[in-house]
């Protein structure tokens, strides 16, 4: 497999890692560590003052990074399921879809072109690459979301591995009934062979207001009955490794 190709496959885990920490909606200040491997992450929801009983448009922005205690390099993610409060939700109704055909083989300028209308959010990653053959180094570049019609996230990275790849990941979104938790995100990653690449820090801002018949519309949403959210993520790693926790959210009820 050629380079590139193989930083995309690897990438792909990188990107899903970054969705998992959106999904929470802004997992505050944790630490996460899971034998040679520590997760670390940031961030908030705005505005925290929520409605008790109607859901209005936040904005979530998440910081985060992967390391190993020895220093050697991460692992790949294989997969991430995300399961999230039933008071975080997402509103598409409306919302222009953007297809993952559009997508495919464009840098961030024209995919941005291609579906501009459906964007619900923006990033960017830091990859650590070892190939085997060479010295490690580090490959930075943009990430953006898309709204993918019903029950999907598209997200699209273009990095420089030295060449230029884009990718194109899909992360399905489902309704769940399970206690607090109400929606869930899940992403499986292929084996990737002697995989080459691990993201090694993140930041992403999940945010969108359009209009709809008239209306105001959040493509993030949230209310805030009892002043807080629970919210659970695992996520897979090729050597075996596992990291899962719960994170609980404070909030301020209002109205």
Known sequence: MRKHSKLALALTGALIAAIAVA????ATGFTTRAGNLILTGDGKITPKALSKTKF????AAVSGSLKTVDGSQPPITKE???EVDKN????????AVCSSGQLEAQDTKHAEKACPDSIV??????VRVAFPESNPFSAHGPLVLFNGGSGMLLVHAYV???LPTALVTKVAISKIHNGRLGTKYLARIP??????GAVTNFSLTVSRSYNYKGKSQGYLTAKCPDGHFTNQAQAKFNDGTSLKGTVVLPCTSKG
Do not use: E
């Open 80 to 82: 991430v399921n995300v």
């Open 88 to 95: 975080i939700q997402l509103n598409t109704k409306g919302l």
């Open 121 to 126: 959010g923006k990033g960017v990653t830091d």
């Open 160 to 162: 420089n591995v030295p």
């Open 23 to 26: 999904g929470i909606a802004g």
């Open 56 to 59: 209005t448009s936040i904005k």
């Open 191 to 196: 084996v990737i062979a002697g995989g080459s």
